[in-house]
């Protein structure tokens, strides 16, 4: 398969900031099933991150690099407070301060903070980390849906890899439309029109996509939602036969890896309690999950299928312009990130250039 690419060729940095991955959100980096009492290194936004579980279970996050010599701290061990490099054994704390190197007695590198550490939240069966940039150090609120921390609701963590920009997989899931045809044969997306008037329309937390003379058929509506995490939401109507509750809610985040490849992260929800909680539970387990990977699988290949560039040889129509509306507001608060950077660096590069001036006299 050819993977798609939105990194080559251009001189924009807007646009080459959107494709690495915006900053100054919360993303999902892996399911809590993932980090375990061993350090892993995973690569989010560009970014070599090391994860490992504390003495009382809590995820610490740091740069996957020891301040040594560059090595690995995802190699090394996990000390429970802290992780010891395989290399040399030089010892970092979850805030990234060295606190050990054992080879050296009264080691100059004891007690510096020279490794970035990331701030972390788990919900709802996935770790959450803090991306911020120079000018937002300080984590935003992470707010999300209550489909994710509400009791009333039952949920289930699909997530995948795929080897495309994260802005294609928003793109494919500001898209109604393309439910009645590439999903045409899914046990949940077979009904309704093949055609459909689009319209959006803001919410308080971002917009909603919409179908204007069809809901509760198929995949016919899509929220996009900005509460310190870039989050979207839609509901498949469900026939009783799949089991009770609402219709069936999805979740679901983009997160960027690199320029070529993404993570997705869907949650599968049902407003459902009591025994029908265990009811639905079981028949997702047991009848409906292989055919929801059906449905994903297709999307994945799709994308990874695409022509090289191809967002820089689209003809859009009207279908289209939610899809289009999510990507002008990305793109207005890149150029926001942006800017305030560049007036942070400026604002902290002013008192030292001064006090490069006094040394001078």
């Keep these: 398969m050819t993977s798609p690419t939105t990194t080559e060729g251009t001189a924009d940095p807007v646009k080459s900031y959107l494709d690495r991955g915006l900053r100054n959100y919360w993303y999902p980096v892996a399911p809590s099933w993932q980090v375990g009492n061993a350090p892993i290194g995973v690569t989010r936004l560009g970014d070599q991150i090391v994860l490992w579980r504390d003495g009382e279970g809590k995820v610490r996050a740091l740069e996957d690099r020891c301040p040594h ?9 996990n000390l429970g407070d802290r992780v010891a490099c395989w290399y040399h054994g030089v010892e970092v704390n979850g805030s990234g301060t060295v606190i050990n190197v054992p080879a050296v007695p009264s080691c100059p590198l004891e007690g510096k903070t020279c490794v970035k550490s990331y701030p972390v939240e788990e919900h709802a069966g996935a770790i959450f980390l803090w991306f911020g940039d120079e000018a937002h150090k300080e984590p935003a609120p992470l707010v999300l849906p209550q489909e994710l921390v509400g009791e009333e609701y039952a949920s289930f963590l699909c997530m995948s890899n795929w080897k495309c920009n994260y802005q294609y997989a928003i793109d494919n899931v500001m898209d109604p439309m393309h439910g009645a045809y590439l999903h045409a044969t899914s046990h949940s997306m077979a009904e309704g029109d093949k055609q459909a008037d689009m319209r959006v329309r803001k919410t308080e937390t971002g917009l909603m996509f919409e ?8 995949f016919d509506w899509v929220e996009l939602g900005d509460t310190g995490t870039l989050w979207m939401r839609l509901a498949i109507p469900y026939k ?9 809610g999805i979740i679901g985040f983009a997160v960027p890896v690199d320029g070529d490849n993404c993570q997705v992260y869907f949650w599968r929800t049902r407003k459902v309690q009591g025994w029908q909680r265990d009811a639905w539970r079981f028949l997702y387990r047991n009848r409906l999950e292989g055919l929801h990977w059906d449905v994903l699988e297709q999307d994945r290949y799709v994308l990874e299928s695409l022509a090289p560039n191809a967002r820089d040889h689209e003809f859009l129509y009207q279908h289209d312009v939610g899809m289009t509306r999510v990507r002008r507001m990305l793109r207005q608060r890149a150029q ?10 400026a604002a902290n590069a002013a008192p030292a250039a001064t ?3 006094h040394s001078h006299a």
């Design 69 to 77: 010599r560059g090595a690995r701290l995802s190699l090394g061990w």
């Design 240 to 248: 009783k036969k799949f089991g009770p509750g609402g219709s069936f």
């Design 336 to 345: 926001q990130d942006l800017a305030q950077l560049d007036a942070h660096r």
């Design 355 to 357: 006090e490069a001036g």
């Design 211 to 218: 179908k204007t003379g069809q809901r509760d058929v198929n």
